[in-house]
């Protein structure tokens, strides 16, 4: 029997030794229409390329493994799950460090990160990569 409907992993993936088996088994916990979220740092990202070894999400050795959209679709489809949707989504914290205390005391948290969400969805600059994934009843 497979007891979960939804399974959730946040910035797990990068740290596993093998993903490809940490999803597969991720799997057989699911039901038949189960669904995964997965949440990676997004190593396709601009700040990635742009800071290249400086890149905070780097992380070298806690983060083994890297990935970009299409590296982490296509492993999830090579271990059964079939992508209903991905996103970027921003790190709040990178951009409230970058606004000056005056900003900040001018405007309010939740108005600063509605900004730089929208701001970094338009430019697809999301530090963290979230893809949700559906199970299928086949295994590559």
């Known amino acids: 029997?497979?007891?979960?409907?939804?399974?959730?992993?946040?910035?797990?993936?990068?740290?596993?030794?093998?993903?490809r088996?940490?999803?597969?088994?991720?799997?057989?916990?699911?039901d038949a229409n189960g669904h995964l979220l997965v949440g990676v740092p997004n190593y396709g990202s601009?700040?990635?390329?742009?800071?290249?070894?400086?890149?905070?999400?780097l992380a070298i050795p806690h983060h083994i493994n890297h990935f970009t959209q299409q590296s982490l679709c296509n492993l999830l489809r090579q271990c059964g799950f079939s992508i209903v949707e991905t996103q970027?989504?921003?790190?709040?914290?990178?951009?409230?460090?970058?606004?000056?205390?005056?900003?900040?005391?001018?405007?309010p948290n939740a108005l600063l990160r509605y900004c730089h969400y929208l701001f970094s969805r338009a430019r697809s600059e999301g530090e963290n990569l979230e893809c949700w994934?559906?199970?299928t009843d086949v295994e590559s």
């Open 46 to 57: 601009r700040s990635a390329f742009r800071l290249g070894r400086d890149w905070a999400n």
């Open 1 to 19: 029997e497979h007891p979960f409907g939804v399974i959730r992993i946040h910035h797990v993936l990068e740290h596993m030794r093998d993903p």
């Open 88 to 107: 970027n989504r921003p790190v709040f914290e990178i951009a409230r460090a970058a606004v000056s205390p005056r900003v900040r005391a001018i405007f």
């Open 21 to 30: 088996a940490t999803l597969r088994r991720l799997r057989t916990l699911l």
């Open 133 to 135: 994934a559906r199970r």
